[in-house]
């Protein structure tokens, strides 16, 4: 085997090895991301709060004032 056939047999092999390292570093991050969502979603302890709208005096008053420095 000659030196040049040498060469292109390490050169093969080495693209190879860092195709595969890629590979295999995507893996790990694709991993690294399932295990950080799961987290995540467990962390969510409390139900959402229950949003209601009062429509009371006080807020009429509010609103009735604010409509006023604006129209004027």
Request: hydrophobic share 45%; proline share 3%.
């Amino acid at each position: 085997m000659c030196e040049s056939q040498k060469i292109a047999g390490f050169r093969a092999s080495l693209l190879y090895s860092i195709r595969l390292a890629a590979q295999l570093g995507a893996f790990d991050e694709k991993d690294r991301l399932e295990t950080e969502i799961e987290r995540l979603k467990k962390l969510r302890m409390w139900k959402a709060a229950p949003i209601t709208r009062g429509a009371g005096e006080p807020e009429k008053a509010v609103a009735e004032f604010v409509k006023t420095l604006l129209v004027d």
